[in-house]
Protein backbone atom coordinates (compact mmCIF):
# COMPACT_ATOMS: atom_id res chain seq x y z
CA UNK A 1 0.00 0.00 0.00
CA UNK A 2 1.28 3.11 -1.01
CA UNK A 3 2.13 5.52 2.65
CA UNK A 4 -0.75 8.07 3.63
CA UNK A 5 -0.62 11.48 2.70
CA UNK A 6 -0.22 13.92 5.75
CA UNK A 7 -3.17 15.84 6.72
CA UNK A 8 -2.51 19.04 5.46
CA UNK A 9 -2.05 21.87 8.13
CA UNK A 10 -4.94 24.27 8.56
CA UNK A 11 -4.48 27.64 9.77
CA UNK A 12 -6.69 30.87 10.47
CA UNK A 13 -4.94 34.27 10.76
CA UNK A 14 -7.28 36.90 11.98
CA UNK A 15 -5.64 40.49 11.35
CA UNK A 16 -6.87 44.40 12.69
CA UNK A 17 -4.56 46.26 9.90
CA UNK A 18 -2.35 45.83 6.98
CA UNK A 19 0.51 45.41 8.87
CA UNK A 20 -0.66 42.83 11.77
CA UNK A 21 -1.69 40.69 8.72
CA UNK A 22 1.29 40.76 6.75
CA UNK A 23 3.15 39.71 10.23
CA UNK A 24 0.38 37.18 11.44
CA UNK A 25 0.40 35.42 7.85
CA UNK A 26 4.02 35.08 7.33
CA UNK A 27 4.32 34.19 10.62
CA UNK A 28 1.60 31.27 10.02
CA UNK A 29 3.86 30.04 7.06
CA UNK A 30 6.96 30.29 8.99
CA UNK A 31 5.58 28.09 12.11
CA UNK A 32 3.37 25.39 10.76
CA UNK A 33 4.47 21.78 10.75
CA UNK A 34 4.35 19.68 8.08
CA UNK A 35 5.58 19.98 4.10
CA UNK A 36 2.57 21.60 2.59
CA UNK A 37 3.48 24.90 4.46
CA UNK A 38 6.42 26.07 2.28
CA UNK A 39 8.72 28.71 4.07
CA UNK A 40 7.47 31.64 3.50
CA UNK A 41 10.19 34.32 2.19
CA UNK A 42 10.38 37.50 3.29
CA UNK A 43 8.27 39.55 1.35
CA UNK A 44 5.58 38.75 -1.29
CA UNK A 45 5.49 35.61 -0.10
CA UNK A 46 3.28 32.78 -0.73
CA UNK A 47 1.52 31.96 2.65
CA UNK A 48 0.59 28.31 1.24
CA UNK A 49 -2.28 25.90 1.17
CA UNK A 50 -3.56 26.19 4.41
CA UNK A 51 -4.32 29.38 4.94
CA UNK A 52 -7.92 31.11 5.67
CA UNK A 53 -7.58 34.99 6.63
CA UNK A 54 -10.01 36.97 8.46
CA UNK A 55 -9.53 40.63 8.56
CA UNK A 56 -10.94 41.86 12.07
CA UNK A 57 -13.73 44.58 10.99
CA UNK A 58 -12.69 48.27 12.86
CA UNK A 59 -10.96 51.48 12.14
CA UNK A 60 -7.73 49.95 10.29
CA UNK A 61 -9.15 47.63 8.37
CA UNK A 62 -6.89 47.58 5.22
CA UNK A 63 -8.18 48.27 1.88
CA UNK A 64 -7.32 46.64 -1.16
CA UNK A 65 -4.78 49.00 -2.24
CA UNK A 66 -3.34 48.08 1.33
CA UNK A 67 -3.33 44.37 0.75
CA UNK A 68 -1.93 44.37 -2.47
CA UNK A 69 1.25 46.05 -1.17
CA UNK A 70 1.69 43.59 1.47
CA UNK A 71 2.03 40.85 -1.01
CA UNK A 72 0.85 38.24 0.85
CA UNK A 73 -1.53 35.48 -0.10
CA UNK A 74 -4.12 33.45 1.43
CA UNK A 75 -6.62 30.36 0.03
CA UNK A 76 -9.64 32.88 1.25
CA UNK A 77 -9.97 36.67 3.00
CA UNK A 78 -13.04 37.51 3.94
CA UNK A 79 -13.87 40.69 6.82
CA UNK A 80 -15.44 39.68 10.32
CA UNK A 81 -16.33 41.10 13.55
CA UNK A 82 -14.98 39.19 16.33
CA UNK A 83 -18.47 37.56 16.74
CA UNK A 84 -18.42 36.57 13.32
CA UNK A 85 -14.64 35.27 13.75
CA UNK A 86 -15.52 33.17 16.78
CA UNK A 87 -19.01 31.63 14.76
CA UNK A 88 -16.26 30.31 12.31
CA UNK A 89 -13.59 28.78 15.23
CA UNK A 90 -16.84 26.85 16.69
CA UNK A 91 -17.53 25.03 13.46
CA UNK A 92 -14.51 24.63 11.62
CA UNK A 93 -11.51 22.52 11.72
CA UNK A 94 -8.56 24.46 12.06
CA UNK A 95 -4.94 23.40 12.97
CA UNK A 96 -3.30 26.87 14.46
CA UNK A 97 -5.01 29.74 15.25
CA UNK A 98 -2.94 33.35 14.54
CA UNK A 99 -4.17 36.59 16.44
CA UNK A 100 -2.31 39.30 14.79
CA UNK A 101 -4.36 41.82 16.73
CA UNK A 102 -4.19 44.34 19.31
CA UNK A 103 -3.90 43.86 22.80
CA UNK A 104 -7.34 44.38 23.53
CA UNK A 105 -8.15 42.39 20.88
CA UNK A 106 -6.28 38.92 21.80
CA UNK A 107 -7.57 39.15 25.01
CA UNK A 108 -11.30 39.63 24.11
CA UNK A 109 -10.92 36.60 21.08
CA UNK A 110 -9.09 34.13 23.34
CA UNK A 111 -12.26 34.55 25.87
CA UNK A 112 -14.35 33.70 23.44
CA UNK A 113 -12.58 31.16 21.79
CA UNK A 114 -12.06 29.73 25.52
CA UNK A 115 -16.15 29.24 25.35
CA UNK A 116 -16.75 27.78 21.96
CA UNK A 117 -14.36 25.42 22.29
CA UNK A 118 -15.60 23.79 26.01
CA UNK A 119 -16.17 20.47 25.94
CA UNK A 120 -14.03 20.08 22.32
CA UNK A 121 -11.87 17.08 22.76
CA UNK A 122 -9.34 19.08 20.66
CA UNK A 123 -8.37 22.42 19.98
CA UNK A 124 -6.28 24.46 17.58
CA UNK A 125 -3.20 25.82 19.22
CA UNK A 126 -3.52 29.76 19.73
CA UNK A 127 -0.39 31.68 18.45
CA UNK A 128 -0.13 35.46 18.76
CA UNK A 129 2.91 38.10 19.15
CA UNK A 130 4.12 41.69 18.22
CA UNK A 131 4.17 43.22 14.70
CA UNK A 132 7.36 45.14 15.34
CA UNK A 133 9.30 46.92 18.20
CA UNK A 134 8.09 46.69 21.32
CA UNK A 135 8.95 49.88 23.23
CA UNK A 136 5.48 50.89 25.31
CA UNK A 137 2.94 49.19 27.22
CA UNK A 138 4.99 46.06 28.04
CA UNK A 139 3.22 44.72 30.95
CA UNK A 140 -0.50 45.76 29.28
CA UNK A 141 -0.25 44.30 26.28
CA UNK A 142 1.64 41.00 27.49
CA UNK A 143 -1.08 40.64 30.12
CA UNK A 144 -3.41 40.99 27.62
CA UNK A 145 -2.11 38.61 25.74
CA UNK A 146 -0.92 36.29 28.55
CA UNK A 147 -3.56 32.57 27.53
CA UNK A 148 -2.55 31.99 23.77
CA UNK A 149 -0.07 28.67 23.93
CA UNK A 150 2.67 30.98 22.19
CA UNK A 151 3.61 34.30 23.00
CA UNK A 152 5.84 34.60 20.03
CA UNK A 153 9.31 37.59 21.01
CA UNK A 154 11.11 38.86 18.11
CA UNK A 155 14.35 38.80 19.89
CA UNK A 156 16.23 37.16 22.58
CA UNK A 157 15.75 40.38 24.30
CA UNK A 158 11.88 40.60 24.10
CA UNK A 159 12.27 36.87 25.17
CA UNK A 160 13.54 37.77 28.10
CA UNK A 161 11.89 40.76 29.23
CA UNK A 162 8.39 39.27 28.41
CA UNK A 163 9.07 35.91 30.78
CA UNK A 164 10.39 38.59 33.34
CA UNK A 165 6.66 40.34 33.32
CA UNK A 166 4.63 37.07 33.37
CA UNK A 167 6.86 35.63 36.26
CA UNK A 168 6.82 38.74 38.12
CA UNK A 169 2.88 38.65 38.24
CA UNK A 170 2.42 35.21 38.71
CA UNK A 171 1.59 34.48 35.55
CA UNK A 172 2.38 31.34 33.47
CA UNK A 173 5.36 32.43 31.36
CA UNK A 174 6.13 29.20 29.49
CA UNK A 175 4.27 30.51 26.26
CA UNK A 176 6.94 32.67 25.77
CA UNK A 177 8.84 31.43 22.71
CA UNK A 178 11.81 33.55 20.59
CA UNK A 179 11.46 34.13 16.97
CA UNK A 180 12.08 36.86 15.09
CA UNK A 181 10.53 39.66 12.37
CA UNK A 182 8.73 36.98 10.02
CA UNK A 183 9.33 39.65 6.89
CA UNK A 184 13.15 39.93 7.10
CA UNK A 185 15.41 39.22 4.35
CA UNK A 186 16.36 40.34 1.25
CA UNK A 187 19.43 40.83 -0.80
CA UNK A 188 21.99 42.19 1.30
CA UNK A 189 23.45 45.34 0.45
CA UNK A 190 26.33 45.75 -1.97
CA UNK A 191 28.28 48.66 -0.56
CA UNK A 192 26.77 50.98 -3.58
CA UNK A 193 28.20 54.86 -3.17
CA UNK A 194 27.71 58.01 -4.71
CA UNK A 195 26.89 58.39 -7.69
CA UNK A 196 30.06 61.27 -7.65
CA UNK A 197 32.43 58.37 -7.19
CA UNK A 198 30.03 55.90 -9.52
CA UNK A 199 28.56 57.61 -12.25
CA UNK A 200 27.54 54.38 -13.86
CA UNK A 201 25.69 53.21 -10.80
CA UNK A 202 22.19 54.11 -10.01
CA UNK A 203 21.70 57.23 -7.92
CA UNK A 204 23.02 57.33 -4.56
CA UNK A 205 19.29 56.54 -2.60
CA UNK A 206 18.14 57.80 1.32
CA UNK A 207 15.08 57.03 2.20
CA UNK A 208 13.03 58.52 5.22
CA UNK A 209 10.54 55.39 6.69
CA UNK A 210 7.80 57.80 7.78
CA UNK A 211 5.63 55.94 10.26
CA UNK A 212 1.49 57.46 10.97
CA UNK A 213 1.76 58.13 14.86
CA UNK A 214 5.68 59.74 15.16
CA UNK A 215 6.23 62.28 15.97
CA UNK A 216 2.61 63.07 16.69
CA UNK A 217 2.43 66.81 15.71
CA UNK A 218 2.24 69.56 12.81
CA UNK A 219 5.42 71.16 14.14
CA UNK A 220 7.52 67.95 14.42
CA UNK A 221 6.21 66.39 11.21
CA UNK A 222 6.88 69.63 9.25
CA UNK A 223 10.30 69.96 10.38
CA UNK A 224 11.42 66.63 9.30
CA UNK A 225 10.02 67.16 6.10
CA UNK A 226 11.62 70.38 5.84
CA UNK A 227 14.72 68.65 6.59
CA UNK A 228 14.40 65.50 4.24
CA UNK A 229 13.72 68.65 1.65
CA UNK A 230 16.79 70.19 2.68
CA UNK A 231 18.83 67.02 2.67
CA UNK A 232 17.83 66.53 -1.02
CA UNK A 233 18.79 69.93 -2.07
CA UNK A 234 22.69 69.67 -0.58
CA UNK A 235 23.12 66.26 -2.35
CA UNK A 236 21.41 66.97 -5.73
CA UNK A 237 22.99 63.83 -6.77
CA UNK A 238 21.08 61.99 -4.68
CA UNK A 239 17.84 60.30 -4.64
CA UNK A 240 15.78 61.14 -1.67
CA UNK A 241 12.28 59.37 -1.09
CA UNK A 242 10.04 59.84 1.56
CA UNK A 243 8.62 56.69 2.03
CA UNK A 244 4.76 56.59 3.26
CA UNK A 245 2.62 54.15 4.93
CA UNK A 246 -0.55 54.66 3.76
CA UNK A 247 -2.79 57.15 1.23
CA UNK A 248 -4.86 59.44 2.87
CA UNK A 249 -7.86 58.20 4.02
CA UNK A 250 -6.33 54.67 4.73
CA UNK A 251 -5.45 53.40 8.14
CA UNK A 252 -2.26 51.25 9.54
CA UNK A 253 -1.71 49.94 12.85
CA UNK A 254 -1.36 53.68 14.02
CA UNK A 255 -3.75 56.57 13.82
CA UNK A 256 -2.17 59.11 11.00
CA UNK A 257 -3.87 62.31 11.56
CA UNK A 258 -1.60 64.42 9.62
CA UNK A 259 -0.16 62.62 6.89
CA UNK A 260 2.94 64.05 4.99
CA UNK A 261 1.43 63.88 1.97
CA UNK A 262 -0.70 67.32 2.95
CA UNK A 263 2.44 68.76 4.30
CA UNK A 264 4.53 68.32 1.35
CA UNK A 265 2.14 70.07 -0.56
CA UNK A 266 3.26 73.22 1.06
CA UNK A 267 6.76 72.63 -0.02
CA UNK A 268 8.74 73.57 -3.33
CA UNK A 269 10.43 69.80 -3.49
CA UNK A 270 13.57 69.69 -5.65
CA UNK A 271 13.43 67.24 -8.37
CA UNK A 272 15.54 64.48 -6.69
CA UNK A 273 12.93 63.97 -3.96
CA UNK A 274 10.07 61.81 -4.45
CA UNK A 275 7.18 60.41 -2.63
CA UNK A 276 6.83 56.72 -2.36
CA UNK A 277 4.35 53.52 -1.88
CA UNK A 278 4.82 50.41 -2.53
CA UNK A 279 6.29 47.41 -0.01
CA UNK A 280 8.98 48.22 2.07
CA UNK A 281 11.45 45.30 0.94
CA UNK A 282 10.99 46.45 -2.82
CA UNK A 283 12.19 49.97 -1.26
CA UNK A 284 15.23 48.62 0.59
CA UNK A 285 16.43 46.62 -2.46
CA UNK A 286 17.56 50.21 -3.82
CA UNK A 287 18.37 52.03 -0.42
CA UNK A 288 22.00 53.16 0.42
CA UNK A 289 20.62 54.90 3.62
CA UNK A 290 17.30 54.17 5.67
CA UNK A 291 16.21 57.30 8.11
CA UNK A 292 13.71 56.97 10.37
CA UNK A 293 12.15 57.91 14.06
CA UNK A 294 12.09 54.35 15.43
CA UNK A 295 10.26 52.56 12.44
CA UNK A 296 10.42 48.48 12.28
CA UNK A 297 11.95 49.21 8.50
CA UNK A 298 15.02 50.33 10.54
CA UNK A 299 15.21 46.36 11.63
CA UNK A 300 14.75 45.38 8.43
CA UNK A 301 17.44 47.58 7.20
CA UNK A 302 20.33 46.41 9.62
CA UNK A 303 19.31 42.88 8.67
CA UNK A 304 20.07 43.76 5.27
CA UNK A 305 23.63 45.51 6.51
CA UNK A 306 22.41 48.87 5.16
CA UNK A 307 23.54 51.99 7.01
CA UNK A 308 20.57 52.90 9.25
CA UNK A 309 20.31 55.64 11.38
CA UNK A 310 17.61 56.74 13.92
CA UNK A 311 17.18 60.23 14.14
CA UNK A 312 17.88 62.21 17.17
CA UNK A 313 16.94 65.47 16.25
CA UNK A 314 13.90 65.44 18.49
CA UNK A 315 15.15 64.44 21.59
CA UNK A 316 16.05 60.64 22.19
CA UNK A 317 12.68 59.67 24.34
CA UNK A 318 10.19 56.96 25.10
CA UNK A 319 6.92 59.13 23.34
CA UNK A 320 8.75 58.49 20.18
CA UNK A 321 10.33 54.95 20.35
CA UNK A 322 13.93 55.74 19.59
CA UNK A 323 14.52 55.06 23.32
CA UNK A 324 14.97 51.61 22.01
CA UNK A 325 17.62 51.73 19.81
CA UNK A 326 20.37 53.09 22.38
CA UNK A 327 23.43 51.38 22.40
CA UNK A 328 22.56 50.20 18.70
CA UNK A 329 25.36 52.88 16.91
CA UNK A 330 22.39 54.08 14.80
CA UNK A 331 21.25 57.44 16.58
CA UNK A 332 22.59 60.19 14.55
CA UNK A 333 20.73 63.72 13.75
CA UNK A 334 20.47 65.68 10.10
CA UNK A 335 23.51 67.81 10.54
CA UNK A 336 25.55 64.53 10.85
CA UNK A 337 23.73 63.30 7.80
CA UNK A 338 24.30 66.41 5.91
CA UNK A 339 27.66 66.93 6.56
CA UNK A 340 28.50 62.87 5.42
CA UNK A 341 27.73 60.64 8.45
CA UNK A 342 27.42 57.22 7.59
CA UNK A 343 26.76 55.01 10.96
CA UNK A 344 27.92 51.29 12.06
CA UNK A 345 25.64 49.74 14.05
CA UNK A 346 26.80 47.96 16.73
CA UNK A 347 26.79 44.03 16.27
CA UNK A 348 25.84 42.63 19.54
CA UNK A 349 23.17 45.24 19.85
CA UNK A 350 21.63 43.64 16.57
CA UNK A 351 22.17 40.59 17.59
CA UNK A 352 20.03 40.77 20.52
CA UNK A 353 17.11 42.43 18.27
CA UNK A 354 17.27 38.82 16.67
CA UNK A 355 18.50 40.85 13.21
CA UNK A 356 20.92 38.10 12.08
CA UNK A 357 22.73 40.72 9.50
CA UNK A 358 25.23 37.58 8.88
CA UNK A 359 23.02 35.62 7.59
CA UNK A 360 22.83 31.99 8.95
CA UNK A 361 20.91 32.50 12.46
CA UNK A 362 17.66 33.74 11.01
CA UNK A 363 17.19 30.51 9.04
CA UNK A 364 16.62 28.68 11.93
CA UNK A 365 14.80 31.58 13.98
CA UNK A 366 11.55 29.73 14.03
CA UNK A 367 13.01 26.14 14.55
CA UNK A 368 11.75 26.41 18.19
CA UNK A 369 8.24 27.67 17.56
CA UNK A 370 7.69 25.14 15.03
CA UNK A 371 8.41 22.18 16.66
CA UNK A 372 6.60 23.60 19.64
CA UNK A 373 3.37 23.67 17.64
CA UNK A 374 3.73 20.16 16.26
CA UNK A 375 4.40 19.20 19.51
CA UNK A 376 1.15 20.81 20.90
CA UNK A 377 -0.51 19.41 18.14
CA UNK A 378 0.51 15.86 18.63
CA UNK A 379 -0.37 15.51 22.26
CA UNK A 380 -2.95 12.83 22.44
CA UNK A 381 -5.09 14.14 25.00
CA UNK A 382 -5.70 17.29 22.93
CA UNK A 383 -4.74 20.78 24.91
CA UNK A 384 -6.37 21.96 27.97
CA UNK A 385 -8.54 24.83 27.64
CA UNK A 386 -7.28 28.22 27.15
CA UNK A 387 -6.31 29.92 30.85
CA UNK A 388 -5.95 33.97 30.38
CA UNK A 389 -4.39 35.69 32.93
CA UNK A 390 -7.23 38.23 33.21
CA UNK A 391 -10.97 36.99 33.78
CA UNK A 392 -13.78 37.99 35.90
CA UNK A 393 -12.22 37.75 39.36
CA UNK A 394 -8.71 39.20 38.66
CA UNK A 395 -9.70 41.99 36.96
CA UNK A 396 -13.43 42.97 37.40
CA UNK A 397 -12.74 46.47 37.06
CA UNK A 398 -10.81 46.28 33.31
CA UNK A 399 -11.72 42.69 31.51
CA UNK A 400 -15.29 43.52 31.09
CA UNK A 401 -14.99 46.67 29.23
CA UNK A 402 -12.20 44.91 26.95
CA UNK A 403 -14.87 42.44 26.11
CA UNK A 404 -17.74 44.95 25.68
CA UNK A 405 -16.08 47.09 22.86
CA UNK A 406 -15.42 43.38 20.92
CA UNK A 407 -19.72 42.61 21.91
CA UNK A 408 -19.15 39.92 24.25
CA UNK A 409 -19.59 39.34 27.72
CA UNK A 410 -17.55 38.32 30.93
CA UNK A 411 -17.95 35.11 29.99
CA UNK A 412 -16.94 35.56 26.25
CA UNK A 413 -20.86 35.11 24.64
CA UNK A 414 -22.24 37.31 22.33
CA UNK A 415 -23.81 40.30 24.58
CA UNK A 416 -27.43 41.05 23.16
CA UNK A 417 -27.87 43.45 20.18
CA UNK A 418 -24.32 41.58 18.90
CA UNK A 419 -23.60 42.02 15.23
CA UNK A 420 -25.66 38.67 13.23
CA UNK A 421 -23.08 36.01 12.92
CA UNK A 422 -24.87 33.90 10.93
CA UNK A 423 -25.02 35.67 7.47
CA UNK A 424 -22.96 37.77 5.39
CA UNK A 425 -23.77 41.88 5.15
CA UNK A 426 -26.45 42.67 2.73
CA UNK A 427 -25.71 45.24 -0.27
CA UNK A 428 -27.58 48.10 2.45
CA UNK A 429 -25.11 46.96 5.15
CA UNK A 430 -22.51 47.67 3.30
CA UNK A 431 -23.03 50.80 2.41
CA UNK A 432 -23.73 51.90 6.19
CA UNK A 433 -20.52 50.34 7.20
CA UNK A 434 -18.41 51.98 4.45
CA UNK A 435 -19.94 55.37 5.12
CA UNK A 436 -19.37 54.78 8.87
CA UNK A 437 -16.14 54.20 8.20
CA UNK A 438 -15.27 57.19 5.95
CA UNK A 439 -17.01 59.48 8.52
CA UNK A 440 -15.10 58.22 11.28
CA UNK A 441 -11.64 58.80 9.45
CA UNK A 442 -12.30 62.16 8.26
CA UNK A 443 -13.39 62.84 12.03
CA UNK A 444 -9.79 61.53 12.78
CA UNK A 445 -7.85 62.71 10.21
CA UNK A 446 -10.26 66.29 9.80
CA UNK A 447 -11.98 67.42 12.94
CA UNK A 448 -9.83 66.17 15.66
CA UNK A 449 -7.07 67.93 15.18
CA UNK A 450 -8.93 71.06 14.71
CA UNK A 451 -10.55 70.20 18.01
CA UNK A 452 -7.33 69.83 19.74
CA UNK A 453 -5.81 73.32 18.65
CA UNK A 454 -9.13 75.33 19.31
CA UNK A 455 -8.43 73.58 22.85
CA UNK A 456 -4.88 74.94 22.91
CA UNK A 457 -6.27 79.11 22.38
Known amino acids: ?75 SLREVTAVEFLRVMAEGEYDVVVLALVGGGVQAVLHGLKRVWEGRARRPVVVTGYVGVVYEKLADGLLLRHGADLVLANSRQDAERFRAVYEGVGADASSVTEVALPFLGGAAYDGGRDSAAEPERRPHTVVFAAQPSVPDNRRDRTYLLERLVRHARLHPKREVLLKLRSK ?79 GSGCLASWDQLDAGHRPEADQEWVARQGVASGGGAYATAFDAARERVAKLLAQPAGLPPLTPYYTPATAPGYLPGILARHHLGPDGSPLPGAPAADREPGPVRQIVRRAARGAYRHGVQRVAPVIRRMGEL
Open 1 to 75: MPPSTPKPTRIAVLADSDTRWKWGALTAARIAPGPTMETASAEGAQAGPGLDGFLLRGRSTPTARQLAEVGVRAD
Open 248 to 326: PGEHTTHIEELPYQKLAQRFELPANFRLVYGNMGEVLDRTDLLVTISSTAALESLHRRIPTVVLTDLGVREALGNHHFV
